[in-house]
Every structure is written in C-alpha cells, then in structure tokens.
C-alpha cells in the first residue's frame, strides 16, 4: 500500500468528500472535466495541471466510465484507498440520486417536461464551458514547441476520422512519448539511476 | 442528467428491481473498473524514477488537450441550435475564462435561461 506520493497539501477525507459531491453536483451536460480542473486544481490547489493531465491520460487509456476512473485515479493520489473511495463515492451520488428521483417521477408517469428547459439551457452553458476549460489546457500546450503541433493534428484526427478515443491516445500518444524520449545512457538499469533535477 | 453518463443504466436497474436494483445496477458497473483504474494508478506511481515516466507524460498531454477541444466541440455541437444556446454557450465560455464567476453560478444561470426562454 502506498501512501508516499502525494506532493502538495493533503486534503483530509472530509475536503476529498466536499470536492468530489461538488464535481457530481455540478457535471450537469458532460462537461465533467472542467468541474476536476477548476475544483481540484483551479480553486483548491491539490494537483498540478501536469498532473492532472497526467492522470486524465491515464483515464482515457482505462475502461469504464471516464470521469469514474479519473475520480479513482485523482482520489488514490489525494488520499490512499480511502481517497479513492470517497471521491469515487462522493462524486457519482448527487447524480445517482437525482437520477433515481427522477426515475420515479417517470416511471409512475409523472411529467419531465417542466425540467427540459432548465436543461436546454444548461447544455450549452456547460458545453461553453468545456470549451473554455480546453483552450486553458491548450493554452499551456504551446509552451512546448517540440510538441505543440500534436494538439492540432489531435484535434483534425478526431474529427475528420472519428476514430475510437483509445486508438488516438495510443497512436498519437506514442508520437509524442517518441518527441520526449529519453536519451543518453543506454539500457540503465531500472530506477535507482538517480534522475537529476 | 448530472453525473457521467452512465447512471441512466440505474435507471433500468430501477425497472427491473425498484431502489435495490437500481443501486446494484450502479455498482456493478463502477466497481470493476474502479479496481483497475486503482491498481494501474498506484503501479503507475510507483514508476516515477522510470526513465520513460516524463517521456510518457509529456507526450501524452498534447493529445489530451486535443481530445479536450475535440470533446468540447461535440458538446457544443449537440446543445447549440440557434442563437439563443449559442449565446448562453459563448457567455459561459468567456465567464469562465475571465474567472469572473465559478463553474457550477454559470451552468445554473444557463439553465435559468434555458427555463425563461423555453418554459
């Protein structure tokens, strides 16, 4: 079990729970990835954006449900087993419940059609959101010139061919493990060569 | 529907069995994948003086930030159909650039509007 990772400060359980139910509360329309960037990032500080780039990576890479996996993933980080069992928990609840209200609302033939223009609104509201969470993210891309050019070409792949997500980021994620390949000092052996910086 | 997506198969966990179906259906499908993402999560970090660690890293982030754009122009796609949801799109959009409001003031303003205009 490992619990000598994380870097920054160190939410208790209790900050995980309140962050992760605030991401659930608030994924309304898809833009979930937002909600892990501003809160877990943006506002509270508790990863870097590299590292949650990182982990996002990871997620896309994972099966199952994606914001579920970067819940895991972003919880274990924060705080060990137990993190990634509230965060998960946390996270997926507030929905679950609404979900469920709503399930018996319909299925005792009740109306939903009061609701459907709240969300008429709210879809392009969250969808403007994600959009301005990507260009905050890319915007960072393009410190790196030896790299930067992938964004565009990720974007033209994705939308010109379709393809499945975990064909792009093991295709083009190669490419750019390629760009930063580490060089020199041929077959070390593994970890304890000390890394500098 | 708030959450990820998924939680609409509660839903039919729901039919099949009422609030205990529903609560199995959703744990069943979270918990598999939960345990994988744990385990690759923890190997993962345990791999951080792994030479190719900040190669991997590095690289993959371009591709990332490029699904971000691509998810975004999607969302966008299915929720804008006229001028109204374009504008509460681009007013969400530049209010969270400008970090004048949080994330979740913006989504229920949009919904607000989304009431007044349609309701």
Redesign the interface.
Known sequence: LSDEVTSAPTPGLAALIRAFGLIGLTSFGGATMTYFFQEIVGRRHYLSHEEMMDQLAISELLPGANPADLAVLVGRRLGGLRGAIAALTAMILPGAILMLVLGVIYFHGGQLSLITPFFKGLGPAAAGLALANALQASGREVRSLRSVWLLPVTVAVVLLLRPATLIVIVVLGAVGVFLFRPRGTPSAPTESSGSPS | ????????V??IG??AAG?GG?LVS?MA??V???V???V???R???LR????H????????????????????F??R???TNLA??T???????L??SRRA???L??????????????
């Open positions: 529907v708030p959450g990820p997506g998924s939680t609409f509660e839903a729901f039919k609030v529903a959703l499908i979270y598999p994948a939960a994988l993402a744990y690759v999560g923890s993962w970090d345990s003086n792994w030479r190719w900040e190669a991997i890293q590095r690289g993959l982030t371009p591709v990332v930030a490029g699904l971000l754009i691509a998810a975004s122009y969302l966008l299915a929720t804008v949801t374009a509460i799109a681009a007013a969400a959009t530049v969270l650039l949080n994330p979740m913006i989504v229920l303003g949009g919904g607000v509007a989304g009431w007044l205009l349609y309701h």
